[in-house]
């Protein structure tokens, strides 16, 4: 362990400045390390070359088809020790909290087996145990899989998921996320630790519309918190916010930048009265005064006066599919299966992962090779998927009412008769 | 051989065992927060409990020295327990408001910025780079530091309009995801093929059939398997790189810096929004790095 000390000087730049340094985390860890010292003889070479060296391969635990990221250094002859340094992907607890008894356990794990370094977490939520030689492995999945802890998804597979810190720190949860989060991936493990979907398939759990974990452009299936009553307001909060932030505020950022102008100040003598109709004085003569019936959830004015206002009590979930980043064909937003599901019982919970089996079947049946959920519902038309999953049709899943005049109407009455039925059983 | 150890499928482990007491006692009944300065949130539950998160920046990337390290903090100066944030940031929890202060003291001298709350710069959002990606345009973790250095100061105020969400990608994938204003290094010229190769370590239909526009044909080159590339078309996502590393989409000379601005999650004053890029260092416009600080 004394390899000489590769020479770093643009790595080195990257140790000075404020924000805290990964370089000196490599150097520490190199400093006892010939394997962390021909890392950082790659890293440096890639930035005089303004090239990445690593290939990807084929590496694994016993039992499981992905959760490994592979890397094999292209630049080996130049830098023998790191030659192998792979990545193990492990789901995180949901909204990602831990004890420093369990860190530690982590870190003692990865000092015996890995390279030293982890990333507190890579962009799908996993903790990324970043460097280990193909033989050790196995060995650091062992022990950090008896820690309780397991491996997430790679390739084409369910992917690891993430929900927002949600009910255990936010007073805007509209459901247990941590509950639908680890209830739903772990009904699809299989479908995780042995890829065989047509692409990847994720999932992530937000726990209002502020959508933290922001789902709506990243997951296949989005599910997002809400609620169906009124919003709930406070009194004494209000008088409190509106004391301290005063007029001018409450106008331009609560009053003005309600999209759907559903909030009025008024006086409070002439504040109306209504089943749709929430109000709160914020002084001894005004009060606002939010129509229910034309809010949209969107959580402004929540965020803004939090407490004061808030989420109503009849909470579930909204479900969207599709959403995704660029490959191949573009951005895709989630788009809305299931404008509103209670989250409350055991059979709620249930309906949710029925819901995602249904959906990732569906997928599995009917989708391309390396095509995601949504370029699959471009392709064959969102009805079709809907009904491919055994979904009827709600008028709250549409966004802009239709632009052209060209619509069939064969069926009409049935249709509305339907719509008309399902209104006056809910 | 031995017999391989079985893996236990345990999938997402429970987090009510790492929860804070505090957090645990009063799940689901939380009534309101605010902020009493950058970097700290105050919870105030229905029971009238009430808790103190501090937030701190880290490297993401992390040796476990600095692990270890933020773990001596949580065990003197919090109460055992962390949680980290989508950005990377760690976060402390407290039911002691007189441990607010030593905490942000303690993170503070020790390099870890406190902030990243309200209308802040929150950290970047990114990605693996040249330190673990097959395919980087650049690195990660350099250009986040380089760039954070620069946002110390609007990481630990709250002196934004609104809060700022920032990411950046190594290429036009785009694993930083979606933000306000994202830094995306893309490939512009189409992959170079060393067509000796192709035969031996590619899955050709594969490869044919991952591009997204079409572009890759099956061919003869040379006598040998290969495959040909439509160059016009090639739109140089680098797709057809991992299922086939001998074409080349790597190429200093070609990784170009654009600019996205726009991209927002939340719901809250108006839907979802995708970012749109703005300012490319091919365009005319703006033909070097300094797009980056201007836009």
């Known amino acids: ?426 | 051989m031995a017999t391989m150890r079985t893996p236990i499928e345990s999938g997402v482990p429970d987090n009510k065992q790492f929860l804070h007491p505090l957090m645990h006692k009063n799940y689901g009944n939380w009534k309101y927060h605010d902020r009493p300065r950058p970097g700290v949130l105050h919870h105030v539950s229905h029971s009238g409990d009430e808790i103190w998160t501090v937030r701190a920046g880290t490297q993401r990337q992390m040796d476990l020295f600095t692990i270890r390290k933020l773990c001596d903090i949580a065990d003197t100066y919090a109460d055992g327990h962390v949680r980290f944030t989508i950005r990377s940031n760690i976060e402390y929890m407290v039911s002691d408001p007189n441990k607010v202060a030593p905490l942000i003291e303690s993170l503070t001298s020790n390099g870890f910025p406190v902030g990243g709350t309200g209308n802040s710069v929150s950290s970047i959002a990114h990605t693996q780079g040249w330190l673990h990606c097959d395919i980087p345009g650049t690195d990660a973790s350099g250009a986040v530091k380089a760039l954070m250095d620069d946002l110390h100061a609007e990481f630990i105020q709250e002196d934004m309009p609104n809060r700022v969400h920032l990411s950046t990608s190594c290429c036009e994938i785009n694993c930083g995801g979606q933000a306000d204003i994202a830094i995306i290094i893309q490939h512009t010229k189409p992959p170079k093929i060393n067509h000796d190769l192709v035969a031996n370590m590619c899955e050709r239909p594969t490869v044919v059939a991952r591009c997204p526009v079409a572009a890759i044909r099956p061919a003869m080159v040379n006598g040998k398997p290969s495959l040909e590339i439509d160059e016009t078309k090639c739109m140089c996502c680098g797709a057809c790189y991992p299922p086939c590393p001998p074409m080349q989409i790597n190429d200093p000379e070609h990784s170009k810096l654009a600019i996205w601005v726009g991209g927002k999650n939340s719901n809250a004053r108006g839907k979802p929004t995708f970012m749109k890029m703005v300012a490319s260092e091919t365009a005319k416009a703006c033909s070097n790095l300094s797009c980056a600080a201007t836009t």
């Not at chain 1, 084929?58 to 790191?82: C, D, K, L, N, Q």
């Not at chain 1, 507190?120 to 999945?141: C, E, L, P, W, Y």
Request: include cysteine.
């Open chain 1, 1 to 426: 362990m004394s390899k000489k000390q590769h020479d770093t000087p643009m790595l080195d730049q990257l140790e000075a400045g404020p924000w805290p340094s990964f370089v000196t985390g490599l150097k520490r860890l190199a400093k006892d390390s010939d394997y962390m010292t021909d890392l950082m003889g790659q890293l440096e070479h890639s930035y005089k070359t303004r090239k990445g060296y690593w290939k990807g391969g084929t590496v694994g635990v016993f039992g499981y088809g992905g959760g490994v990221i592979p890397r094999f250094s292209e630049v080996a002859e130049m830098f023998p020790a790191s030659k192998e340094f792979h990545t193990l992907r492990i789901q995180p607890p949901a909204g990602m909290h831990y004890n420093t008894d369990v860190l530690r356990k982590m870190c003692d794990i990865w000092e015996k087996h890995g390279s030293g370094l982890i990333a507190f977490h890579g962009q799908s939520g996993d903790i990324m145990f970043q460097g280990a030689s193909t033989a050790n492995v196995q060995g650091a999945f062992d022990e950090l899989n008896e820690l309780g802890f397991d491996l997430g998804g790679a390739g084409p597979a369910v992917r690891t998921s993430m929900s927002c810190v949600g009910a255990a720190r936010c007073e805007q949860s509209c459901f247990d996320e941590a509950r639908a989060h680890r209830q739903v991936v772990n009904t699809f493990l299989d479908d995780m630790h042995r890829p065989a979907l047509p692409y990847k398939f994720k999932f992530k759990f937000s726990g209002c519309p502020n959508d933290c974990m922001n789902s709506i452009q990243r997951a296949d299936m989005a599910v997002i918190g809400t609620w169906r009553d009124n919003m709930r307001t406070d009194e004494p909060l209000a008088r409190k916010w509106f004391a301290k932030h005063g007029m001018t505020e409450l106008v331009n950022d609560v009053v003005s930048r309600c999209p759907t102008k559903a909030i009025m100040l008024k006086e409070t003598k002439d504040v109306s009265k209504g089943s749709k109709i929430s109000s709160v004085a914020v002084n001894d003569t005004q009060s606002l005064e939010i129509d229910n019936s034309n809010c949209v959830r969107c959580m402004h004015c929540i965020n803004v006066m939090t407490g004061a206002l808030a989420t109503g009590t009849d909470k579930g979930v909204t479900v969207l599919m599709g959403g995704k980043r660029t490959l191949k064909i573009g951005d895709l937003m989630g788009t809305v299966i299931t404008p509103f599901m209670p989250m409350n019982t055991e059979e709620d919970y249930e309906a949710l992962v029925d819901l995602a089996q249904k959906s990732i079947d569906f997928f599995a049946e009917n989708a391309l090779e390396h095509e995601r959920t949504g370029e699959m519902i471009e392709r064959i038309g969102l009805i079709n998927f809907l009904e491919g999953i055994g979904l009827e049709i709600d008028p709250n899943m549409v966004s802009t009412p239709r632009t052209n005049p060209y619509v069939r109407t064969d069926g009409w009455d049935d249709e509305v008769a339907k719509i008309n039925a399902r209104k006056a059983a809910a």
